[in-house]
């Protein structure tokens, strides 16, 4: 279960502000070695955290196409152009932004781009930049990236190097729930990992999270809310990079709440089964005679009951075969796509014989998400994610069908 509200979406200021800020001198979050980890995005971090990084790094898809258009701007700072789901040209390579991007855009809109690659408006000469980023985003006004580009992307090729680049800088991320690797993953992405090593003030909390993590002490691990709180120092209390800190320390001692309910029901599970009564004696030894009164008694060890499950162990089956609801289904995989309609549902309710009421029709799929970040609204067509459930965190997608427009809100 999720434990709190999701935080509302960053304002425009919020997030021009956010998408210009990257630390030039230690972000690598677009310079990450070409050797990827084998640790899928959807089993390090939950669902949530990874709507709150989308969120913040586009402002959700409704900003994203009414306000920047789905074109590439410059949003102030030392950033350079910026395109998609904060993928910020300024920090990157031209071989990596070409394999990145390569069959998502056209060509000639790659050519275009490749030629800002590496321009940031950083100083030296930050004035003459300026001028000259913004004369870049009006030659660039034409060029377009739809959301679904853009979350593609994100989550095929800028996620996966994310992931990897934390799994990288900190020990132990495997004993923290996915609430907790997301909220560390969106610091990385907005900080680069740099600072986890760095000797500069201006990095000690991030110095001190590395610290706590290479204890792998549960006590230690809870300290890193307090220390993105402590960031704020950096920038202000009342700036946009603080806030988000605040919400990153926020997501993760949602993580650190659910661990301890799910350790807690644990706990409730065996103290039930050490207090449940024990057998009558003569359905425990049926074939033993009870002993006289002169015999001596010889008291039998106790039994030392095995540790339970911990958060930690709570994990998917990946093998499909193993689950009835998976093993009939295409090896497709999961990131597979797929389009949900009102005729989809119908159908289902007709071939299992549902009865269902006149009026609007409330559904709910385990197992998938929408592809994007934000709700659906009066669409004919839902499209959908694959994914498996992992019973930590919502894996589900429910949403009504207006039967007689044949229509979906989800």
Same mark, same amino acid.
């Given at each position: 279960?999720? &434990?709190?509200?999701?935080?509302?979406?960053?304002?425009?200021?919020?997030?021009?502000?956010?998408?210009?800020?990257?630390?030039?001198?230690?972000?690598?979050?677009? /310079? &990450?070695?070409? /050797?990827?980890?084998?640790?899928?995005?959807?089993?390090?971090?939950?669902?949530?955290?990874?709507?709150?990084?989308?969120?913040?790094?586009?402002?959700?898809?409704?900003?994203?196409?009414?306000?920047?258009?789905?074109?590439?701007?410059?949003?102030?700072?030392?950033?350079?152009? /910026?395109?998609?789901?904060?993928?910020?040209?300024?920090?990157?390579?031209?071989?990596?932004?070409?394999?990145?991007?390569?069959?998502?855009?056209?060509?000639?809109?790659?050519?275009?781009?490749?030629?800002?690659?590496?321009?940031?408006?950083?100083?030296?000469?930050?004035?003459?930049?300026?001028?000259?980023?913004?004369?870049?985003?009006?030659?660039?006004?034409?060029?377009?990236?739809?959301?679904?580009?853009?979350?593609?992307?994100?989550?095929?090729?800028?996620?996966?190097?994310?992931?990897?680049?934390?799994?990288?800088?900190?020990?132990?991320?495997?004993?923290?729930?996915?609430?907790?690797?997301?909220?560390?993953?969106?610091?990385?992405?907005?900080?680069?990992?740099?600072?986890?090593?760095?000797?500069?003030?201006?990095?000690?909390?991030?110095?001190?999270? +590395?610290?706590?993590?290479?204890?792998?002490?549960?006590?230690?691990?809870?300290?890193?809310?307090?220390? $993105?709180?402590?960031?704020?120092?950096?920038?202000?209390?009342?700036?946009?990079?603080?806030?988000?800190?605040?919400?990153?320390?926020?997501?993760?001692?949602?993580?650190?709440?659910?661990?301890? $309910? /799910?350790?807690?029901?644990?706990?409730?599970?065996?103290?039930?089964?050490?207090?449940?009564?024990?057998?009558?004696?003569?359905?425990?030894?049926?074939?033993?005679?009870?002993?006289?009164?002169?015999?001596?008694? &010889?008291?039998?060890? +106790?039994?030392?009951?095995?540790?339970?499950?911990? &958060?930690?162990?709570?994990?998917?089956?990946?093998?499909?075969?193993?689950?009835?609801?998976?093993?009939?289904?295409?090896?497709?995989?999961?990131?597979?796509?797929?389009?949900?309609?009102?005729?989809?549902?119908?159908?289902?309710?007709?071939?299992?014989?549902?009865?269902?009421?006149?009026?609007?029709?409330?559904?709910?799929?385990?197992?998938?998400?929408?592809?994007?970040?934000?709700?659906?609204?009066?669409?004919?067509?839902?499209?959908?994610?694959?994914?498996?459930?992992?019973?930590?965190?919502?894996?589900?997608?429910?949403?009504?069908?207006?039967?007689?427009?044949?229509?979906?809100?989800?």
């Amino acid at each position: 279960m999720d &434990v709190g509200s999701h935080p509302a979406a960053p304002s425009a200021e919020d997030l021009f502000e956010m998408l210009g800020y990257r630390e030039a001198e230690t972000s690598d979050a677009g /310079t &990450v070695e070409a /050797t990827v980890l084998d640790i899928p995005w959807s089993d390090a971090i939950s669902e949530r955290a990874r709507s709150f990084i989308v969120g913040w790094e586009t402002g959700g898809r409704a900003f994203y196409e009414r306000v920047i258009k789905a074109r590439p701007v410059w949003p102030e700072f030392a950033s350079g152009i /910026t395109i998609g789901c904060g993928y910020d040209l300024g920090y990157h390579r031209p071989d990596e932004f070409r394999a990145d991007w390569q069959g998502r855009l056209p060509g000639a809109a790659i050519e275009r781009l490749s030629r800002t690659i590496g321009f940031r408006t950083d100083e030296p000469g930050r004035p003459a930049k300026v001028a000259q980023a913004r004369a870049l985003v009006r030659s660039l006004a034409d060029i377009v990236i739809p959301w679904e580009v853009a979350i593609g992307q994100f989550d095929e090729g800028k996620m996966p190097k994310l992931v990897s680049q934390l799994y990288r800088s900190l020990d132990h991320l495997d004993r923290l729930h996915p609430h907790g690797r997301g909220a560390l993953l969106s610091l990385v992405f907005n900080r680069g990992s740099g600072g986890f090593v760095s000797s500069k003030d201006r990095f000690r909390e991030m110095r001190a999270i +590395a610290r706590a993590m290479a204890t792998g002490e549960r006590s230690e691990m809870a300290r890193i809310p307090d220390l $993105l709180r402590a960031m704020s120092r950096v920038w202000g209390e009342g700036s946009s990079l603080a806030r988000r800190r605040r919400e990153e320390a926020d997501l993760f001692e949602a993580g650190l709440s659910e661990e301890r $309910l /799910t350790e807690a029901v644990v706990a409730l599970r065996q103290h039930g089964e050490a207090e449940a009564p024990a057998a009558p004696l003569a359905e425990q030894h049926e074939d033993v005679a009870e002993a006289s009164d002169d015999e001596e008694t &010889v008291e039998e060890p +106790a039994l030392t009951e095995a540790p339970g499950p911990t &958060v930690a162990d709570v994990r998917w089956n990946p093998n499909d075969d193993d689950h009835p609801d998976y093993r009939h289904l295409p090896r497709a995989g999961q990131g597979a796509t797929f389009d949900l309609t009102a005729a989809d549902l119908e159908r289902l309710v007709r071939l299992n014989v549902f009865r269902v009421r006149p009026g609007p029709l409330v559904f709910a799929l385990r197992g998938c998400r929408i592809a994007g970040a934000d709700l659906r609204e009066d669409v004919e067509v839902l499209t959908l994610v694959d994914q498996r459930p992992d019973h930590r965190d919502y894996r589900c997608v429910m949403g009504v069908l207006d039967r007689g427009a044949g229509r979906m809100h989800a």
